[in-house]
């Protein structure tokens, strides 16, 4: 993996799954509940929260812009149409010297797979480095396979190659890099 970019944290943190994830200075991942923390959201600086799900409302808070991405998380639904938009969007609040908050209900599909996205397209990372990078920060991300068939799609478009790829297994159609973790499984 490459050296994470100069606006990755420093120090790292603790991966947290209950609170907010830092994955670079300016942007965070949670699941729906800490992102109606006003504590949470006030401590680390939060300007921009992104609420990608049909199932969280969001608390509104005075100084936070908010943008929705009702997406469903299933494989049929197309995250993929959000990759450039929401990139930009937190690319911006980066420039501005704001902090981008992504949240769906976990904190472990649909927000990841935004997030993977913005690593590829700002941070020049591939797909592999972008999933590796995030997956220390927050252990529990896992987008769906859907999303995984947009991302390795969308990697090859930007970079016109890819360094993920969807292999059958017998659990059906995973990213490759799922693949150890299916062998291990045990029938029951």
Known sequence: MTAPPSTFPVQFQQPSVSGLSQ???SLYISNGVAANNKFMLSSNQITSIINVSVEVVNTFYEDIQYVQVPVADTPMSRLCDFFDPIADHIHSVEMKQGRTL???????SRSAALCL?????YHAMSLLDAHTWTKSCRPIIRPNNGFWEQLIHYEFQLFGRNTVHMVNSSMGLIPDIYEKEVHLMVPL
């Open 23 to 25: 994955i670079t200075s």
């Open 117 to 121: 996205a913005y690593l590829m397209k």
């Open 102 to 108: 992504l949240h769906c209900v976990a904190g472990v």
